[in-house]
């Protein structure tokens, strides 16, 4: 069996302020949706026309391919469209993107990333501090209509390696400890948040995949994120008899460093083994796809010297790799930050999540895809 190996084209068409704060700057804003709300219309689409046709181009998957790399997956948003204003639709850059992934014999996993009201209440979910996207049919059942149409339009494409239904909707215990939860611009706005029950989540998986699989052939994976509770799904997809599907789970051990004050190689390892064993047990039911993923760590940021950077990043990044290749595949969080990769990012720690700048320093190599 063939592993999906690849990396993420995040903030391309879902922006992160995090990752190119320079685009919130003149708005003060924390969030796309509040960046449409301050911007004025010509101006926001001028800004948006403007990141979308650099931040990634042809060139990046050209790179891409001489460095080994198959897949990508490729966040979109609810809007893609074009049909919610003031948001601005971005399907001709989809399309874009599926003529150079077949250009250079790559593969998209479409990713619905975003939905209206948010399904975690994060800035990459949309909207900072608003989660209620569950509590509303009718944009439920407009999720469910914008993933109809990606399937129809990219569903016989040969640069369509599948479709993810959502990203990242929120359970109980991530809600309650997220930063972003209680941190919304519109305190009124924000009423009735929390987070995504789980049978609510069941239930939508099981009616976006009839929905889907009308118009993607049974080659096309259809990939269900885990909602933050890796361990529940042992049986749902058996049970459902669904064909040619993957569940997604994130692991970051920048993540687990909010939570651990040790910041050393073998309470990496105790993090990593912890989840390749569960991972082990839930891929006796379904395959599991590691969707995002990346080796920044205190550890690593913290060498002295770029030797030794780099001795100590790809210390932690083959530790991962020994896990992640026991899935049925990975990607890489992000393929870059900035599009000068010569250009410091504004904090040190975030170096390690743009790909190209790992692999430009030896941190990542081609021949760990």
């Known amino acids: 069996m063939n592993k999906v190996h690849g990396t993420n084209l995040g903030n391309w068409l879902v922006l992160e302020k995090w990752m190119k704060p320079d ?3 003149a708005s003060g804003t924390e969030d796309e949706t509040w960046l ?4 004025p219309a010509e101006e926001f689409a001028a800004l948006l026309k403007e990141h979308r046709d650099t931040y990634v181009t042809e060139e990046d998957f ?4 001489e460095n080994g790399v198959r897949f990508v997956r490729l966040p979109v948003p609810y809007f893609v469209f074009g049909d919610r204003a003031p948001f601005v639709g971005c399907i001709e850059y989809v399309d874009l993107a599926f ?11 479409l990713d619905l990333h975003t939905v209206p009201y948010s399904q975690n209440g994060y800035d990459n979910g949309g909207i900072t501090g608003v989660c209620k996207w569950c509590k509303h049919p009718e944009e439920v059942e407009f999720a469910l209509t914008v993933l109809e149409r990606l399937a129809k339009r990219y569903g016989q494409r040969d640069g369509l390696y599948g479709i993810e239904v959502l990203n990242e909707p929120i359970s109980w215990l991530v809600y309650r400890t997220a930063p972003s939860t209680g941190k919304a611009e519109d305190k009124e706005e924000a009423k009735g948040s929390g987070f995504v029950p789980l049978p609510f989540l069941r239930k939508f998986y099981k009616r976006a995949y009839r929905r889907m699989r009308k118009y ?3 080659e096309k994976t259809i990939v269900f994120h885990d909602g933050f509770r890796f361990n529940v799904w042992n049986h749902f997809f058996r049970t459902q008899k669904f064909e040619n599907v993957a569940l997604d789970t994130h692991i970051y051990i920048f993540a687990m460093e909010m939570f651990v004050p040790f910041h050393q190689p073998w309470v990496y390892q105790q993090y ?12 006796k039911d379904v395959r599991v796809i590691v969707g995002e ?4 760590n205190k550890y690593a940021t913290a060498g002295k010297t770029p030797e030794e950077k780099k001795e100590r990043f790809r210390k932690i990044a083959q530790m991962q790799l020994a896990a992640w290749n026991e899935a049925y595949g990975w990607f890489y969080w992000n393929y870059q930050l900035l599009r000068d990769r010569e250009e410091p990012t504004d904090e040190e720690w975030k170096e390690s999540w743009d790909l190209a700048r790992c692999i430009n ?3 990542i190599t081609k021949e760990d895809f």
């Open 36 to 39: 449409a709300r301050k911007t």
């Open 272 to 283: 990593i083994n912890y989840n390749l064993r569960a991972l082990r047990r839930v891929q």
């Open 23 to 25: 685009l919130f700057e």
């Open 62 to 65: 050209c790179f891409l391919s």
């Open 361 to 363: 320093r030896g941190w």
């Open 216 to 218: 993607l052939p049974v």
């Open 293 to 296: 993923w990346c080796i920044s």
């Open 99 to 109: 003529e150079w992934a077949e250009k250079y014999d790559m593969q998209i996993l």
